[in-house]
């Protein structure tokens, strides 16, 4: 498995595009401190801290800072210190990335064979699905086939690997492992699957096995560590339930019914710091609400609400208060998780990833419209909204300082949603 330096190079293309006049913001580069490292972001629930968003775009949208040609998958893009990391298909291979945020220009890659498995198809597309996940100096990365590596960040050196199905029996999805890792403490945790394992904990330096959990079955969501009255739970979807897993013994704390009649989950589950859990797929299964108490030992679970119409497939989702907000189908929706009730629908939108920062919401929809809005428990209002990639856009994007990050089926992007920076002018002679 060699470091190659070949075709993920592409082209890159700097489109200058003028902001609007009247918006507000700072210009310039993303906060130093600012970063993306996991699945969702900062806190893994699209939400962040960045300020200084316009509030309209010109007619052709906000201004492209550059853009390239990029291989096949829907994996994430991570940030740290001016560099973006995320995985991408070539022929029979996978490749681990690292780009030049400001140009979009490869820096090093990764790239290992990676051939579907015979229980595999690539109807959906060829993968990779999970994002990566940063921590320290390393970067590690779970391909469309359940291989496993961890890269030194600085320069792409393997530092150590593992193949999941081969070495642990674990799962082979048909769609694709699409499950992103999770740190915890010292380890690297990721979801195996199979006869032997749930998940996996892999000490985060030299990959030795630290901690296993029960087995249970693994579907396509990425799992979220959570408190649930001061104990450390690992909770994640299974093809037909969800699961809460002790983090110390790795034994099942609780498990609650969530089937729908294609027996996958792909997205959420979604956390607040009142103990609601919100979990939700597409089909008959709709969303429901749980509140997990723990006394005297035990975890219980108790579903309090349920709305078979608030159905989130394999897009993000953003909680605020008691309010969910995600696309569902052809709409986005506001949801109410403690009654139940969906306060809102707005169509438009297919199967829209949402994040949220500055008091707006963006939107990038699976027919590649991006989309700027605010949003209440009560109301959806459309601020600005452009025609940006083609169909099918899955990949969420990812948000940093007023820089967003966009990927298509065949292309990579870098917007500038602050306002754009002033072109400086020689010095008078």
């Given at each position: 498995?060699?470091?190659?330096?070949?075709?993920?190079?592409?082209?890159?293309?700097?489109?200058?595009?003028?902001?609007?006049?009247?918006?507000?913001?700072?210009?310039?580069?993303?906060?130093?401190?600012?970063?993306?490292?996991?699945?969702?972001?900062?806190?893994?629930?699209?939400?962040?801290?960045?300020?200084?968003?316009?509030?309209?775009?010109?007619?052709?949208?906000?201004?492209?800072?550059?853009?390239?040609?990029?291989?096949?998958?829907?994996?994430?893009?991570?940030?740290?210190?001016?560099?973006?990391?995320?995985?991408?298909?070539?022929?029979?291979?996978?490749?681990?990335?690292?780009?030049?945020?400001?140009?979009?220009?490869?820096?090093?890659?990764?790239?290992?064979?990676?051939?579907?498995?015979?229980?595999?198809?690539?109807?959906?597309?060829?993968?990779?699905?999970?994002?990566?996940?940063?921590?320290?100096?390393?970067?590690?990365?779970?391909?469309?086939?359940?291989?496993?590596?961890?890269?030194?960040?600085?320069?792409?050196?393997?530092?150590?690997?593992?193949?999941?199905?081969?070495?642990?029996?674990?799962?082979?999805?048909?769609?694709?492992?699409?499950?992103?890792?999770?740190?915890?403490?010292?380890?690297?945790?990721?979801?195996?699957?199979?006869?032997?394992?749930?998940?996996?904990?892999?000490?985060?330096?030299?990959?030795?096995?630290?901690?296993?959990?029960?087995?249970?079955?693994?579907?396509?969501?990425?799992?979220?560590?959570?408190?649930?009255?001061?104990?450390?739970?690992?909770?994640?979807m299974t093809p037909t339930e969800v699961v809460g897993i002790d983090l110390r013994a790795g034994k099942i704390e609780w498990r609650h019914p969530h089937e729908n009649q294609y027996k996958n989950?792909?997205?959420?589950?979604?956390?607040?710091?009142?103990?609601?859990?919100?979990?939700?797929?597409?089909?008959?299964?709709?969303?429901?609400?749980?509140?997990?108490?723990?006394?005297?030992?035990?975890?219980?679970?108790?579903?309090?609400?349920?709305?078979?119409?608030?159905?989130?497939?394999?897009?993000?989702?953003?909680?605020?208060?008691?309010?969910?907000?995600?696309?569902?189908?052809?709409?986005?929706?506001?949801?109410?998780?403690?009654?139940?009730?969906?306060?809102?629908?707005?169509?438009?939108?297919?199967?829209?990833?949402?994040?949220?920062?500055?008091?707006?919401?963006?939107?990038?929809?699976?027919?590649?419209?991006?989309?700027?809005?605010?949003?209440?428990?009560?109301?959806?209002?459309?601020?600005?909204?452009?025609?940006?990639?083609?169909?099918?856009?899955?990949?969420?994007?990812?948000?940093?300082?007023?820089?967003?990050?966009?990927?298509?089926?065949?292309?990579?992007?870098?917007?500038?949603?602050?306002?754009?920076?002033?072109?400086?002018?020689?010095?008078?002679?």
């Amino acid at each position: 498995m060699a470091k190659g330096r070949g075709s993920m190079r592409g082209v890159v293309a700097g489109v200058g595009v003028l902001a609007c006049a009247c918006g507000l913001g700072v210009a310039g580069p993303p906060e130093v401190a600012a970063s993306w490292t996991q699945w969702g972001g900062p806190d893994r629930n699209f939400t962040v801290a960045s300020r200084g968003l316009l509030s309209a775009w010109p007619e052709a949208g906000p201004a492209r800072l550059w853009s390239r040609e990029f291989g096949a998958g829907y994996s994430a893009v991570l940030y740290e210190n001016g560099r973006l990391y995320t995985m991408a298909r070539e022929g029979e291979d996978e490749v681990v990335v690292a780009l030049d945020a400001d140009s979009g220009k490869t820096v090093w890659e990764y790239r290992y064979p990676a051939p579907h498995h015979e229980n595999q198809t690539a109807q959906f597309g060829g993968g990779p699905n999970a994002a990566p996940l940063i921590v320290g100096e390393f970067l590690y990365a779970v391909g469309f086939t359940s291989k496993l590596h961890c890269l030194k960040k600085q320069d792409g050196t393997l530092v150590w690997s593992h193949d999941l199905v081969t070495e642990f029996g674990g799962a082979m999805p048909q769609f694709g492992y699409s499950a992103s890792p999770i740190a915890y403490e010292s380890m690297v945790v990721v979801l195996v699957g199979g006869e032997k394992h749930g998940a996996v904990g892999f000490d985060q330096a030299d990959g030795s096995k630290r901690w296993q959990a029960v087995p249970v079955d693994i579907s396509y969501a990425s799992p979220l560590i959570i408190d649930v009255d001061g104990q450390d739970q690992l909770v994640f979807m299974t093809p037909t339930e969800v699961v809460g897993i002790d983090l110390r013994a790795g034994k099942i704390e609780w498990r609650h019914p969530h089937e729908n009649q294609y027996k996958n989950n792909c997205a959420g589950p979604w956390w607040g710091d009142d103990n609601l859990l919100f979990v939700s797929s597409q089909g008959d299964a709709g969303g429901r609400t749980l509140k997990l108490t723990r006394r005297e030992e035990r975890t219980t679970v108790e579903e309090i609400a349920r709305d078979r119409k608030m159905k989130v497939f394999h897009n993000s989702g953003v909680r605020l208060g008691d309010t969910f907000y995600a696309g569902s189908h052809e709409f986005v929706a506001a949801h109410n998780v403690r009654t139940g009730e969906t306060t809102w629908k707005e169509r438009g939108f297919s199967e829209a990833n949402v994040l949220v920062a500055d008091g707006k919401m963006i939107l990038l929809d699976e027919n590649g419209q991006l989309a700027l809005a605010t949003v209440s428990s009560k109301e959806f209002t459309v601020l600005a909204q452009v025609q940006l990639l083609e169909k099918p856009t899955w990949t969420a994007p990812t948000l940093v300082g007023t820089r967003l990050y966009v990927r298509g089926q065949d292309k990579l992007m870098a917007l500038e949603l602050g306002a754009a920076p002033t072109p400086s002018r020689p010095p008078s002679p």
